[in-house]
């Protein structure tokens, strides 16, 4: 088998099986990581379980991406970390 990098086994993911797939996959991903969050203030999930709930978030998050614009996703993740760069400044500065 020849070797894939992430990026070209997320776009074979998608196209074999399909945007509604992945779609519902990565809603039921991010249910799973809400629910591993949400146990472990009660001490029922352990931080392992936080750790595979954040990777299977974010191999779907990376579908998306592909999905509905990948630049489009890098070009507002840089500016929503740079206005919350800003908002620290700011904060910092009072
Ligand atoms: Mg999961």
């Known amino acids: 088998m020849?070797?894939?990098n992430?990026?070209?086994i997320y776009k074979r993911a998608i196209q074999e099986k399909g945007v509604e797939h992945q779609r519902r996959i990565a809603i039921e991903e991010m249910a799973e990581l809400t629910n591993a969050l949400?146990?472990?203030d009660r001490g029922r999930t352990t931080v392992d379980d936080i750790i595979e709930e954040i990777a299977d978030v974010t191999i779907m998050m990376q579908q998306l991406a592909i999905i509905y614009g990948k630049n489009a996703v890098a070009l507002q993740i840089e500016y929503k970390t740079q206005r919350l760069?800003?908002?620290l400044d700011e904060h910092n500065a009072d």
């Open 85 to 87: 760069k800003r908002r």
């Open 6 to 8: 992430a990026e070209e």
């Open 38 to 40: 949400m146990k472990f």
């Open 2 to 4: 020849n070797k894939m």
